[in-house]
């Protein structure tokens, strides 16, 4: 552990990598769209849905590699839960829900994602 946060195994940081590539993706894809021309386009609802889903099992397998990455990112259990009941509810997906949970938290998680990545790579530098 250096500067008051645990070293993360190299598969754990494979999977944050994934989660930031994806949250990258969803940035992009969203960047200039209303909520209402959101809502009428069900390819990019499609994509949405499985960038979240991507995003969501990253995490969840980050987890399972460092289960104190938990305490690194914010909300990290709500975009699990997020990515379970999309996987597991097909059919059900409260589009304007995941909508607003994009808009809301995009920059938030993705700058989290960053900093411990950063972290991480300044420490392999120092190593």
Known sequence: ???GRPSLKIETL???HDAES???EL????QGVSESAFLEDRGLKLIVQKLVEIVGEALKQAEAYDPEITELIPDFRKIVNTRNRI???YGTVNYRLLWTIVQTRILMLQASLVAILAVQQAEESEA
């Not at 940035?27 to 969203?30: K, Q």
């Open 14 to 16: 494979q999977r944050l």
């Open 87 to 89: 996987v597991h509810g």
């Open 27 to 30: 940035h992009d894809f969203c």
């Open 1 to 3: 552990m250096r500067h």
């Open 22 to 24: 994806a949250w990258r």
